[in-house]
């Protein structure tokens, strides 16, 4: 089989809430940071850092501390016995970029999906976060804030993709699959002007 382009992946990726109870391997972590390491950043400051946690132990504070799917909650949360197996948490440093950087978060938070995608990962970018319980968990430093979360593992869900008609909010049927209303390109795109 061929590997699916840049193109294929973006449009196939979708936002998992559900993961087997499988270990993710390290090295497919590390290739995530590797990738987002590389990726564009402002002014080339590259303040983002990257902690991987996969530890079983860590796996379920680091979950306590993260808000699911707020329009479906509790309904869009993993339950119990399909929670990510792993997770990297995207730092920002601020001795590297004392203010700003969130654009680059989110560039490195994508880049990081695409990759999980690739290597056969699904993946959750998180906001909501309890930081200052995390940083206590994972003993960040206070020179460095949490942006991003990236929950991952092999996905026990597809989501459906559909267009948007009289909502954004994503939703579930009767089976449990989870639906996402998306914004149509005709909608969205402009040339030459608006």
Not at 77 to 106: C, F, S, W
């Amino acid at each position: 089989m061929d590997p699916l382009s840049v193109f294929d992946l973006a449009k196939r990726r979708r936002t998992i809430r559900r993961f087997q109870k499988k270990p993710v391997p390290y090295n497919i972590l590390e290739d995530c940071v590797e990738a987002s390491r590389l990726a564009p950043s402002g002014a080339n400051m590259q303040p983002c850092e990257y902690l991987i946690v996969d530890d079983e132990t860590l796996l379920p504070q680091v979950f306590s501390t993260l808000k699911w799917a707020g329009y479906i909650a509790p309904k869009g949360n993993p339950p119990p016995g399909e929670e990510p197996t792993a997770y990297i948490v995207i730092l920002m440093n601020r001795q590297k970029r004392p203010q700003g950087g969130d654009h680059d978060a989110g560039i490195v938070a994508a880049y990081i999906s695409l990759v999980a995608l690739e290597k056969g990962l699904g993946s959750c970018l998180i906001a909501s976060v309890d930081r200052d319980r995390l940083r206590q968990i994972l003993k960040v430093p206070d020179h460095c804030e949490i942006n991003l979360v990236v929950a991952l593992g092999y996905p026990n869900e597809s989501p459906t993709v559909e267009d948007l008609r009289d909502s954004v909010k994503y939703w579930k049927d009767e089976q449990g699959a989870l639906h996402v209303p998306k914004r149509k390109l005709t909608d969205i795109l402009h040339r030459n002007g608006y």
